[in-house]
């Protein structure tokens, strides 16, 4: 789960990382307001989920106090990449002399949190990762012991050529950073940039802290800070049913179980000439309620012009899926053509209750498919 | 031979009394699976199906001389049963809850591995040795004793690839599990079937995310003395969106099919588009 | 560092322990008060820091509103091993089906924390370990993993006889238990006893807290519970001049470098027939104010017959000792007689020094003692 | 021979530029000790005594090759110190520093098994080998090259005894320190001693508080093949108060010297009671 640059600015905040005078508002006049108290210039920055805000016109630095809400008004309501900006944080200038990168994330190969810092700041970490490798300075970090001083230390050295007081000051940053990290399940944490100013000290100018979704349940605090209005409202019913659910732009809506099947079919959908509508996974126990509201969700997807049932049982039994598909023709009209494969457990008596309806059966997944983009009009 | 598990597997369902546990307890049971005994705190005494039950894994163990287990508990309770059964001395436990959160299994991981218990998953369906064991939840009657291996992130994926290893059957069947942080990767099972003689061929079930494949291929290119067959999961996958498994996530640019795939290529992985192309490049090789 | 059983309790009811209605008291007024809001009977107990307050008389059951005042004003002032009891708990009656030991230490042989519990509470666990060791139930901490749910769980399976819901709730209260011990740095935590209520549930009646000494400077919070008032106020001043002094019961006085040699050299002059007055450690270097300190302590003793200084220089310098001893000599009026034994780093400038002076050198240890007991007129 | 430590230990010191690391890193060298290098974060380049000091034990361990190191910074930042030592592959790492909380030692101590490191202390003098190295702070004219192995949970007691070997002299003198949780105890170095050809008397010299004395008894009963020593300080301290030391504390009725010296006779230790009756009772056993 991700939150805002001011959300985590404000966890930041809480932990004694040190972050730039600044105030999150909602509408022009609020911001005029948040300058006038912070004093100009200010940077003016779209708070929204995704990133390359500042590519697409997102951030602004404004130098007068009478610019301040015709740039507000700008970028308030701005859509950048699907999303509209609802709010925006208007801040300090910093007086920068440089900037770093630092971040925490989850080593999937050592199986252990790992702080990552760089001198190259204000990169997205992956280019620096791709074409300088070399800048990147690496620390595991044992889940026992945590974060520890001598690491921080270590790294601040490298990062800041050998200068102890600020490599002492990164060390404190890192060590809170890896405090939040831990004690809220974060996926990831980064200060991108940290900067340091003119007067020797660090600042966090720019903040990113996504939640591990697994451990949403303990962390209530975690959860209030979820901005719905951010969110595809068909992917949150479909959780809210036990579905996973990803809506893509294609026409062959895919009903799977398992998400590495949903993905192996949407990629044969694509191999066969056709383009998948969605990512659909039923999860492990599937009752014939979900595949109602799985059907429902793909279907009030106006470019779907057919659908595939692609289920393998083991834990789900192929009838509940039949018994599901009935119950959801019965109940929405659904005028496009439906293409089952159901293989596995209970496979048999689930052919049999499709068998005279007008749900178009196949033996493999590959023929299934073909019928199916077939069905869909083929690639176009 | 066969790799993890075989008919001498001693296995504990820990969570029997639970729905899920005492059906699969059941299931594996019937399989031939040598399930011992089950533990559910509180039960200690009752069977399941004609399995005793315990109320510890230290007294199950004791008792019974189980080597394994299987978790059968809700995901917040996952990592005190994993943390429980390699206190009590099992060598591998097979975790299926999917949910657990990362930083436990980084944790439970490292105590799993100070003393020498295997993780396999969590988010996982377990193992399967055709006609030997099954320390799992796959359907059965999709696997038939044979010579190839097959390691998989996925669950039903894994199924739909062992369906279509054709006559040649399989030696093992093994998913991994699809969280970020799991107790068994594609490389540990890689250097088992690269040991193990029952198996001559080894496909190798990947999809997005993470770069548990490129360490994979990596090791083959280097070590690996059979044929490998390698499929990806994912191509039509738009970065940064979770495909279900948390661990199925493109992010920044890492992670993604064509990485992945030439990887395989660079590696002399035969790389499978479709499940059914499996059957005839098995035949041009073995 | 102790702390009284009504502070423990006060951790215990923030760490979500369940402990009984109870209020401290100072004064049979404010007893009367709180016995009236908690419902008689209550149990008045005194707050002394050293066990054995019962078999003292420190603790009163009162069945009668009227019989309150009375019984507290015999426990308040009363003198318990040398302590004057200054404040009682006036707690309720629970209804006990059944006594229970619970506690955390840290095992010096595995070094790492152990869960200990033992169907026989009320009695010092020590006593249970020494009679009826298969009694206590013991689990050894992963300090990485902390207390596990199924250790606790396992615990209390077999405290319980395998009633699972008790065994829960016993796991609960031992992981809170823990997570006090780990996060105040505890080098002792105990409930005796743990009660079971006649409705099934567990409650602390007693609560037993020792703080690490060693880890004092990062918890105000603990170094806020001190009770000045029960220290021997020479053992504090001692400790604030780097000293370690522990008052004795002897006539010959002792100046030592390092704790080991300082008990041997007690142990030595009760070998030759006399008493320690006092245990004093002058630590690693030594200035010689800390040598005017140590001397003018050991002196307040009137018991002081005689003054031994037997010291080992290694960082400590025998000079440096010297030097102390005669500006103490020169600043108090030392009325008893000095031997000292020096040796090691600088004992030559050392003696030298103390040549010509009335301090009775000696060339060893056991000469040094031989005549600072004789001085001390020997065992009497 | 000698134990732990002898001329080819290669040793850091970590503070070096501290008042007391200076003082000692230069007494160490002057005994002739391997010191090759020092460690004080923001300070690498300079040199103190002629030894180069590095910003890192790191880095000083890359460039000088070192094995061990002895740690000279407060109590609060000691056990920093002991983690970035068993980090950068030390096999030894003295702590003189007294006052580190004991759950902080549990945890380090932790760490540094599972690195393969070996600690000494906290709260300790250090080793030495006479004629060899020191690792310490102990003052080296009071120790003389022979055959005598003492290990001791004091200090200055050490040397007392030490200097109490008479004509013997010692093979290697260790303080394992006097707090509750120690890196190395009793038994280990007495494992040690008893390999040690040099060795060929052992002098044990504990304290109350603890049980390790009692341990280090009955391993010497089962196992030890040389004459062991025992002095026990602290017959005369009341229970319940702390004699300096933080392990030093008669607790329920355990720890007491009269457990420990009948630990000792049950284990066929010849007690001693005044560190002066050593030199006699070595000459009758030699």
Redesign the interface.
């Known amino acids: 789960m991700k939150v805002h640059e001011y959300q985590a600015k404000e966890i930041f905040e809480q932990a004694g990382i040190p972050v730039p005078r600044e105030v999150v508002c909602a509408t022009p006049a609020e911001c005029a307001a948040a300058a006038r108290a912070i004093g100009l210039p200010v940077v003016i920055k779209a708070q929204v989920l ?1 990133g390359g805000r500042g590519k697409a016109g997102g951030v602004k630095r404004v130098e007068k106090q009478e610019q301040v809400e015709a740039a507000a008004g700008q970028i308030l309501g701005m859509d950048i990449k699907g999303l509209r900006v609802e709010k925006v944080l208007v801040a300090e200038c910093a007086d920068i002399a440089k900037e770093y990168y630092v971040g925490i994330i ?1 080593d ?2 050592g ?3 790992v702080l990552m810092a760089s001198a190259a700041g204000g990169v ?4 620096v ?2 074409e300088t490798p070399e800048k990147i300075v690496k620390v595991e970090i ?3 012991a945590g974060l520890l001083g001598f690491q921080g230390r270590n790294v601040g050295m490298a990062l800041f050529d050998g200068d102890a007081k600020l490599a002492r000051s990164f060390a404190g940053i890192a060590a809170r950073l890896y405090r939040v990290f ?1 004690s809220r ?1 974060c ?1 990831l944490i980064e200060i991108n940039p940290l900067v340091r100013l003119g007067d020797g000290s660090l600042l966090a100018l720019d903040a990113k802290v996504n939640f ?4 949403l ?2 962390h209530p605090d975690n959860e209030a800070m979820r901005d719905r209005a951010a969110e595809e409202p068909k992917e949150v019913e479909a959780k809210e049913a036990g579905l ?1 659910y ?1 809506k ?1 732009e294609g026409n062959v809506g895919c009903v ?9 079919t ?6 066969y000439g056709g383009e ?1 509508a969605n ?1 659909l ?1 039923v999860g ?1 126990s599937s009752s014939p309620d979900k595949m109602v509201t799985a059907m429902r969700i793909i279907l009030s997807d106006p470019n779907v012009k057919a659908i595939l049932v692609n ?6 039994r192929c009838d509940d899926i039949a018994t599901g598909l009935l119950a959801a023709k019965k109940q929405a009209d659904i005028r496009v053509p439906v293409v089952a494969r159901l ?3 209970n496979a048999e008596p689930a052919r049999a209750l499709l068998e005279g309806t007008d749900v178009t059966p196949a033996a ?3 023929e299934a498919v073909k019928k199916a983009v077939e069905l869909a009009g083929g690639g176009k | 031979m066969s790799i993890l598990i075989d008919e001498k597997t001693r296995v504990l369902v820990q969570g029997i009394t639970g729905r899920d546990g005492a059906f699969h307890a059941q299931a594996m049971k019937s399989y031939g699976t040598q399930v011992v005994g089950g533990v559910t ?4 005494g009752q069977s399941v199906e004609g399995i005793p039950v315990f ?4 007294e199950a163990a004791r008792a019974t001389g189980a080597d394994a287990s299987i978790i059968f508990v809700p ?3 996952a990592t ?2 994993m ?2 059964a390699a ?1 009590g001395g099992l060598k591998l436990v097979v975790c299926v809850a ?14 799993c591995r ?1 003393r020498g218990t295997r993780v396999l998953g969590p988010n996982c ?1 377990g193992a399967i040795s055709p006609g030997k064991a099954k320390v799992g ?3 059965a ?2 696997f038939a004793r044979g010579c190839v291996g097959v390691v ?9 690839i062992a ?1 279509n290893t054709g006559d040649f059957g399989q030696s093992t069947v093994i998913g991994i599990g ?4 799991i107790g068994t ?1 594609f490389l540990d099972c890689l250097e088992l079937f690269n040991a193990d003689p029952e198996t001559r061929a080894i496909v190798l ?1 990947g ?2 995310g ?3 494949e490129e ?1 994979a291929a990596d090791w083959v290119k280097r070590n690996c003395r059979k044929p490998v067959f390698g ?1 990806i ?6 970065p ?9 996530i493109i ?4 992670g993604t ?1 064509p990485e992945k795939i030439a990887a395989f290529e660079a590696a002399g992985i035969e790389v499978i ?4 192309e499996l059957p005839g490049r098995l035949a041009a090789k073995l």
């Open positions: 995704v989850v999937r190969v199986r252990k949190p997205e970490i992956e280019q990762a791709r044992d889940p026992a831990a399940d996926s591990d979704d697994n451990a349940f303990r996973s990803i893509l799977v179980n398992g998400a590495g099947l949903a993905m192996a949407m990629d044969l959908i694509k191999r998948p990512f996974d492990g289920i393998f049982g083991g834990i789900t293989t596995g457990t493999t997944m590959a | 705190p509180g039960k200690g109320d510890s894994v230290a995901a917040a309770f005190d049963a943390y429980e206190d999917e949910g657990v959160p990362t930083l436990d299994m980084v944790r439970v991981l490292e105590y100070g369906p939840i796959m359907p009657a999709s998989s992130r996925s669950g039903t994926l894994t199924y739909e369906a699809g969280d970020p942080v990767s079930v999809e997005i993470g770069t548990d360490r499929f999961a994912g191509q039509t996958a738009p940064g969106k979770r495909m279900g498994h948390a661990g199925a992010s920044g640019g890492t099919a588009y479709e499940p059914q």
